[in-house]
């Protein structure tokens, strides 16, 4: 008998920011190259379904995914399409709701992969910080340069494409104080 897990893949470790309450801190500094990470995915893909063990959702997740080159990024999504293609009628047999590739995100490096995300309708999950008031305080990039800008720019232009998206948002006892 199957067993069914949710594959969250961290393709990198790299972030293009440096939030001030980071748990990876230096960790997030990585640049390797852009090989590889296709292959440890499918290897890891191939190996689970060996063991009988089948993702129903797989999750790109980081450091920052879009970090990644376009040509990486684009062949771990269109990978992650192709499964959801070839395993969606097992999946829905055994009760599961097949989705389209998803991405946890900064939002702040989504331009590069616009094209991506637009023809695989990739689902995205951004993170911020609320009150946006106390944004630019927290998020910055590794230059020490405020994000929200960027980051509400990328935001209209996912409003113009269909996928699915939703935002979660980092607050903390001084965010909360400031709520408004």
């Known amino acids: 008998m199957s067993r069914f897990i ?4 961290v393709p990198t470790m790299n972030c293009n920011m ?7 801190g ?6 390797v190259s852009d090989k590889g990470y296709l292959e440890t ?26 970090t990644l080159s376009r040509d990486n990024f684009r062949e771990i999504i269109a990978y992650i399409s ?3 293609d070839k395993n969606g009628d097992m999946l829905r047999e055994n009760g599961f709701k097949v989705g389209r590739p998803h991405i946890k995100t900064n939002l702040y490096n989504l331009e590069k992969h616009m094209d991506t995300i637009r023809d695989y309708e990739v689902s995205i999950s951004g993170s911020l910080d609320l009150p946006l008031s106390m944004h630019d305080e927290y998020r910055v990039t590794k230059g020490g340069k405020g994000t ?14 269909d996928c699915r998206k939703k935002v979660s948002a980092t607050i903390f006892k001084e965010h909360f104080d400031r709520l408004d």
């Open 6 to 9: 949710h594959l969250l893949y």
């Open 18 to 24: 440096s939030c001030k309450y980071c748990y990876l």
């Open 26 to 31: 230096e960790n997030t500094n990585e640049l």
């Open 148 to 161: 929200l800008d960027t980051i509400l720019r990328n935001i209209e232009m996912l409003s113009q494409i």
């Open 41 to 66: 995915l499918r290897y890891a893909v191939d190996k689970f379904r060996e063991a009988d063990v089948v993702p129903f959702n797989i999750s790109l997740h980081g450091g920052e995914v879009t």
């Open 82 to 84: 192709d499964y959801y």
